[in-house]
């Protein structure tokens, strides 16, 4: 059986662990920190077989050099030469196995343009997309376009429903207050705040989410409807899906 538990790090990133029937060899998510992994696996008598990386942002990548020097991991991220310590770059369409699963590739730029996402089949499938899609939100645009960032929250929409989302940081119940004023009108919304708030006031993690839930609640993959797109052209162009998706993202921006 394969879990996967988060690892708090910084001020909200989350460190995801993957670990198959209680072996010990692990894999590790977006290591920003190497010291909260450090201590899981010494605690438990663990090591680090693998390390997937979504961007480049020192806030995913800080810990790598030292994770590296302590267990000489296989490392699978981008390509990109900025990222130093990636043993596979990966991209595109690229498929690879982890812990008995097969894991695919999906090139996701918008955040960062070297953004990728592993997505990996299975009862539930499990989708690590970084700074991509967050519970209630999307990730900043950094470096690449609104249409960049869309078309891969386009991509992410066409999952099953049951698709868990591990986004990289808690930021659910600033999104879902976001959320509030770029859709006024969504009960299911309104009822995850209430829920996400109670797990928050008990330091639990609002993550992993789902792809049916995020297409409830996420304005950013509601585009088209009809409360959201009224919203939007409040604020700018809202003329089609993509406009009303730049216009929510830029209004994000300074919320």
């Not at 695919?104 to 299975?122: A, K, N, Q, R, S």
């Not at 959201?228 to 089609?240: E, L, M």
Request: glycine fraction near 8%; include cysteine.
């Amino acid at each position: 059986m394969l879990t996967v538990k988060p690892l708090p790090a910084f001020k909200d990133n989350y460190i995801w662990v993957l670990q198959q029937d209680n072996t010990p060899g692990i894999v590790v998510v977006d290591p920003g920190d190497a010291e909260p992994v450090i201590e899981r696996v010494e605690q438990q008598g663990l090591t680090v077989d693998t390390i997937l990386i979504t961007h480049h942002h020192h806030d995913h990548t800080g810990g790598l050099a030292k994770l590296v020097e302590r267990y000489s991991p296989r490392v699978i991220g981008p390509n990109n030469s900025r990222i130093e310590g990636i043993t596979e770059p990966v991209g595109e369409g690229d498929t690879f196995r982890l812990l008995g699963r097969q894991f695919e590739v999906m090139e996701t730029p918008g955040h960062t343009l070297d953004h990728i996402t592993f997505l990996t089949p299975g009862t539930p499938p499990l989708l690590f997309c970084g700074d991509t899609l967050f519970c209630g939100g999307c990730g900043r645009l950094f470096e690449g376009t609104p249409e960049d960032m869309f078309k891969a929250l386009s991509r992410f929409s066409e999952l099953g429903d049951d698709t868990l989302v591990f986004g990289a940081h808690e930021y659910t119940l600033a999104n879902l207050k976001f959320a509030m004023a770029a859709e006024p009108d969504n009960d299911t919304r309104d009822a995850l705040f209430e829920e996400c708030q109670k797990a928050r006031s008990m330091d639990r993690p609002t993550l992993p989410s789902n792809i049916g839930r995020e297409k409830a609640i996420n304005p950013f993959l509601r585009v088209a409807e009809p409360g959201v797109r009224q919203a939007a052209q409040a604020q700018g162009d809202a003329h089609d899906n993509l406009a009303t998706f730049a216009t929510l993202r830029a209004w994000k921006d300074n919320f």
